[in-house]
């Protein structure tokens, strides 16, 4: 194998491959890069079973070959070398790689080619839709912080994907807050629901942060989902289970409704919040009145903290306490200056919603307190 390729484009490859290089795995193929050269492209893989990703970028091939090396080598070597084209080479009888970038030259030692697990793409015609990069990472940016980490309960690491009709939908929950996002779509032929990895949803919208807009193909099949746009391919398991009724989790009507500016109200949140230690949550306490919001915390190692925010409030007033992590990550990605808080008692799930769309819904449940 012998081709030549531009350092930025083959950095580009790299960086968009990455984070599917196994880390902790008795399996030495799977810390690897695949490289595959053929036909003026060279293709970069990398997978650790649950995830994969491909990448194609253009080169002048001299000699067709194959190659995988270290993954964390590789990547350091790529982003350090001083020139603008990069010259690869293979040599079976060693079994190493050799790079050359103007006078850089390094030896890589190679895996077996032959071993590594080479992505296999979803062939069909019929479970398949298409979306625009802007609406795909917009559903996953709203939801997938709220997907549970504790891997105890599958279930809930990951975001629920539906389509059907002109709707698209993305749920993220761990059972102590939820996060649902719906847009409209041109129609399609045929629904699809799954529980894609918060994993992969969070690697998809990095690569999705693109200034230039573009299409994503969406394939499913039994077990995986994959995801094409521009040169890059990802793919992944999906998760295995049926997810709750979410729908029952959202209460139907509220006693009071909160309008608030999300700037000043996630500013004062996150003010208080640096005195929120009570037991083990991070909580804020917030009473709730005609014309403001008084925001308070306690730590009693360190002090308490109060703040006021301006609010307009129709309903009853009341106290009620949250986790202060579960307060600020919504308002960070509403996405929206102005916004409601709609209660009904104590405790009773909240809902948070931008005060003009109801497409973004955030319910979360308050913390008993003493």
């Known amino acids: ?37 053929a036909n003026n492209r060279l293709e970069l893989q990398t997978t650790d079973y649950d995830m994969a990703i491909s990448c194609s970028i253009e080169a002048n091939i001299e000699q067709p070959g194959k190659a995988v090396v270290s993954g964390r080598f590789f990547q350091e070597l790529v982003r350090r070398l001083p020139g603008e084209t990069v010259e690869i080479s293979s040599n079976q009888e060693d079994s190493t790689l050799r790079i050359s970038c103007n006078s850089s030259n390094f030896n890589l030692l190679c895996f077996p080619y ?41 279930i809930f690491t990951g975001g629920l994907f539906e389509a059907e009709n002109d709707s698209i939908k ?51 099949e039994k077990g995986h989902v994959a995801f094409e746009f521009d040169d890059i391919y990802l793919k992944s398991r999906l998760i295995e289970g049926s997810f709750p009724d979410y729908n029952r989790v959202i209460p139907a009507k509220f006693d009071t409704v909160v309008f608030f500016d999300t700037h000043a109200f996630l500013d004062a ?18 009473r709730f009145e005609q014309d403001m919001i008084t925001l308070s915390s306690n730590n009693p190692d360190v002090g308490k903290a109060s703040e006021t925010v301006a609010a307009t409030m129709q309903g009853p007033g009341l106290e009620i306490a949250f986790n202060a992590k579960y307060v600020t990550d919504i308002l960070k990605n509403l996405g929206s200056d102005k916004a409601t808080l709609s209660l009904n008692n ?25």
């Not at 005195?275 to 917030?286: L, S, T």
């Open 269 to 286: 949140a996150e003010r208080v919040s640096l005195m929120a230690k009570d037991g083990d949550y991070n909580i804020i306490k917030f």
């Open 1 to 37: 194998m012998k081709f030549y390729c531009s350092k930025a484009m083959l950095q580009h490859a790299v960086q968009a491959v990455q984070k599917a290089i196994a880390t902790k795995t008795p399996l030495p193929i799977l810390t690897g890069i695949y490289l595959s050269a």
């Open 170 to 220: 993305m749920v993220g929950t761990n059972t102590h807050r939820l996060a649902l996002k719906q847009d409209i779509i041109a129609p399609v032929e045929l629904p699809a629901k799954m529980i894609i990895p918060a994993k992969l949803l969070n690697e998809l919208a990095r690569s999705l942060s693109s200034d230039v807009p573009v299409d994503v193909n969406i394939y499913w």
């Open 346 to 370: 104590p405790l009773s799930p909240a809902c948070i919603r931008p005060a003009d769309s109801e497409k973004y819904t955030y319910v979360i449940t308050p913390v008993r307190t003493s």
């Open 114 to 154: 032959e071993e590594f697990p080479v992505i296999e793409k979803i062939q069909t015609s019929t479970n398949q839709l298409t979306l625009k990069d802007n609406v795909l990472r917009d559903i996953i940016k709203k939801t997938v912080f709220a997907c549970a980490t504790d891997e105890s309960r599958p």
